[in-house]
């Protein structure tokens, strides 16, 4: 239908008079006044004479400009008004024919018998009473004028069109009998040929149904259930034992009650149609006595024998053999088996039905019967069921089909649907190689892949939607070919897509323009819901001229078996993926780089390129990386792997105390920074130690990550917050295991369509690709433990004093723990000397009280305070800086020197007390 309005061509514009040229014409007066002035020859007074005689030219040069210019206007404006007309005549034919192709008289049905539903009428149902003057869709802007406005009447009115009225209200045609009595057959006939007997029953007397003709009819019996029942009779009869009424009647009689429709006929084909609304003049059909025998003969014929069977197996049909194409009978027409050949009239192909109308059947059966005449090596399948996961189960034991993806396995569909791109790239690649244009020419065989609810996946993977339109795009010649089951193409199927599969077959859908856009027409919506219209499908070819009707064969299990059977022998298709990555792989199995810089991490899986590299690290030109995950997802077993591949590597032991002195020595550059630095658990080392020395260790981490410049670091973690994040964040590479919510797996840096909360462990997200992290036991390469305690203290000085609560207690152990001591409490007038070291014991607030004593052991001795009177440090150490990390309650005290400064003792006496 055209949208646009019919632009009408403005009334021309009178041409303007041209301006008389008197400037022009002075000149030569003028001019030759002068010259005769000067010359004094009365001849130069003849130059004087141009002057008017151009005037007088330019006149008539104007006057004629004119003329050429109106004839010229005049003769555009006729042609756009022919042009206009032609228009309007071209779009009144389009529109009458459409009204005609949707409203068929019975001229009209029997030039082009129309496609029934099974549907079930309503009163709503219209009938074609005659044509005549309808209102148009067409309009006209442009011009105002009388015959613009008399050009815009005419838009608006379509002659000779379909006029249609409720059939629930009734039809009373009154007129002379031999003319209401045509009048009368020619609506019951249509009727007939429009709707099939299980929709609509004629009834009324018999002997009347005779008398016109119409007894022969297939829809004159009882009425069905479900179906419409018109009663055919005299208006005497009344409205009575049926649904709509057509009745007839003289010119005089009156209308029964509740007919809303009389059609006074005064003469054949010239009638007056009333309704509440209108009174119109039309032309009504009619059909003789002999023509309805004719018509009814032929409709009962046609309904003896079913146009189509009521269920057919996939046994029943003959499949055809092709050396060129995929043909595969795939169910029974009206007159034969109908064979779809998806190399030949696809290379693509789109099934569309609604739940329960057997379109998993119809894949089935489709690939089956493909299956039947080709072997593994002409042809394999790739089956996406997004239904549930069963649909195809049934197809598993055939060899030609070399895989099943499923919605049940989420992770697995993606890497599978993925992989098709590469097999693209590998067909293309093989093509090349042969110097073939084709598959045929290059050995390879055909791979048609199935979906079974298309929608679904696309609404769970929305971005594989391309990999499919690039399939669509290249897949004639590479031998790929999609058929594509959903339940609805509007919105799924985009235009780049569909515009490649020209295959369409559609069982029935829910609303006409999903029918229209599949096959043309409305006839897949007009298809009758239930189980009789289960496997009744619409087929349209891209040679056929409308659609097709077809029940689909059924596949049993088994005609499976015999399938299989036949191709026993015959090697299974190869699956166009890779295996997936196993859920363990130890480093043996790899191809460890024990040798250079390259460190393996494990094994990638790239299922776009069909590749499946080992992850290497490249010691000393690499950053680093972190790995982050929950507990028990393999962090630990990733560093244990790569330790055993370079045993010269720091790794960093969980103790407080130890990393911090590792860290410390590499700062103060008493030790190199090495070419490998691990850590496990990064963010729980610097948690376990109090705010301030945890504040100071990541500081060193941040200094030693930042300006180690040959050194790589692996370093893990569960959480990449806090003092810890600033860290990891130095790193640029990132390794994501399973986390504990999908909040934890965005906040560390991945996408939450990447979050699995089933990932097994030592699976992680590694550079935009599964990787299976390498494993190794932990009795082939332990990770560190707790540093061993250094040497117990022993008194290095005459005089030593010892800060800690309990005094006491402490004195009485520390006696007996260093008998070669002389352990006693502070006393002010106890001699500081003796024949043997002292120790002298007291709380803080005691050392307070006798500071003097307290400097003169500074000055000459040495200092000792427990690591539970930090505050202390501060208080009578006089030390600013932060100590090193010791433990509380395991015996470690800060011993402070003259010469040595601050460093970490332990005391075996006192672990466990004071």
Known sequence: MDSLPIVLPAEPVEPKRPPVPFMAALVPVVAGVILWLVTGALLALCFSALGPVMVCASLIDGARVRRVARTRARSEHDAAWAQAEDDLRRRHADERERQRRRFPDVAGCLAEPPLRSAEPLDRDVVIVVGSGDRPSTVRATGADS??????????????????TVPLGGGVCVRGAAP????????????????FSPAQLALTGERDALAALGLDGFPHVSAARHGGLRVRIGSASEGVRDADAVICFAGLDEDVPDGVTTVLDVTEPRRAELRTPSTVLRVEAEGVSFDQACGIAASAAAGAESPALPDSIALADLSQPTSDAGLPAALGRGESDDVVLDIVEDGPHAIVTGTTGTGKSELLVSWVSAIAATHGPSEVSFVLADFKGGTAFEPLRALPQVAAVITDLDDAGARRGVSSLTAELRRRESALA????????????????????EFAALVQEHPDLAAVFTDIAARGRALGMHLILGTQRASGVIRDALAANCPLRVSLRVAEASESRLMLGTDAAAELAGGA????????????????????????????????????????PAASPWLAPLPHVIALRELHAHRGGDAVVLGRADVPERQQQPEEILLVGQQRGLVVLGAPGTGRTSLLRAIAAQRPDALWMPHDGEAAWDALHAIAEGKRDAPALVLCDDLDAQLAQLPPEFAQVLAHRWEHLVRSAAGTTFVLTAARCTGPAGRILDLLPARALLRMPSRVEHVAAGGEASGFDSDRRPGRALFGGREVQLAWVGEQEVPAPTLAMDPAPWAPRADVSALVTPAAQAVVHRLAQAYPECEVRPVAPEAPVRGDRPVLLVAEADTWQRNWALWQRVRDTGEALIRAECAAEL???GGVRETPPYARTHAGRAWSLTADAGITRVVIPALVGGG
Not at 146 to 163: H, I, K, M, S, Y
Not at 179 to 194: I, T
Not at 542 to 562: E, I
């Open 433 to 452: 190689s042969a110097g073939a244009r084709d598959v045929g020419s290059a050995g390879l065989s055909r791979l048609v892949i199935v979906v079974d």
């Open 179 to 194: 003319v209401r009595a045509a009048v009368v057959r020619a609506l019951a006939a249509q009727l007939c040929l429009r």
């Open 146 to 163: 009388t015959r613009a406005r008399e050009f815009q009447e005419r838009c608006g009115t379509l002659t000779d069109a379909p006029v």
């Open 874 to 876: 501060r208080q009578l």
């Open 532 to 571: 009789p219209s289960r496997g009744l499908a619409l087929v349209r070819r891209p040679q056929d001229a409308g659609p097709c009707a077809m029940r689909v064969a059924l596949t049993s299990p088994g005609d499976l078996r015999l399938i299989a059977a036949r191709w026993a022998t015959a090697e």
